[in-house]
């Protein structure tokens, strides 16, 4: 099981950043997928969620209105679009893959993303 993270980097407030986690080694459409973050010295937070058939997404009061969670699961992908970056979103930014019958749970390294001027 393979969950890469992309798309992270530097980028100045205000601007937009687009994840992309490429997963495999497993039914990728079969799973919810989320996309987590964590700040140093904080736990790690639930950013965005959407279901296996890309249904409806929920998403954390912090990031609604500015990024959107999409999957593609002709290419086991999911997205994170980030618009209007605040410094406050700096993080480590995680991609997760979840089932619960039965219970499996996978995650990606990782991708860093610095807001910054």
């Known amino acids: 099981v393979q969950l890469v993270e992309s798309g992270g980097g530097l980028v100045q407030p205000g601007g937009s950043l687009r994840l992309s986690c490429a997963t495999s080694g497993f039914s990728f459409s079969s799973y919810a997928m989320s996309w987590y973050r964590q700040a140093p010295g904080k736990e790690r937070a639930l950013v965005a969620r959407i279901s296996s058939a890309g249904g409806p997404s929920d998403y954390a009061d912090f990031v609604k209105g500015r990024f959107t969670i999409s999957r593609d699961n002709a290419k086991n992908t999911v997205y994170l679009q980030m618009n209007s970056l605040k410094p406050e979103d700096t993080a480590v930014y995680y991609c997760?893959?979840?089932?619960?019958?039965?219970?499996?749970?996978?995650w990606g390294q990782g991708t860093q993303v610095t807001v910054s001027s």
């Open positions: 997760n893959a979840r089932r619960t019958f039965p219970v499996r749970d996978y």
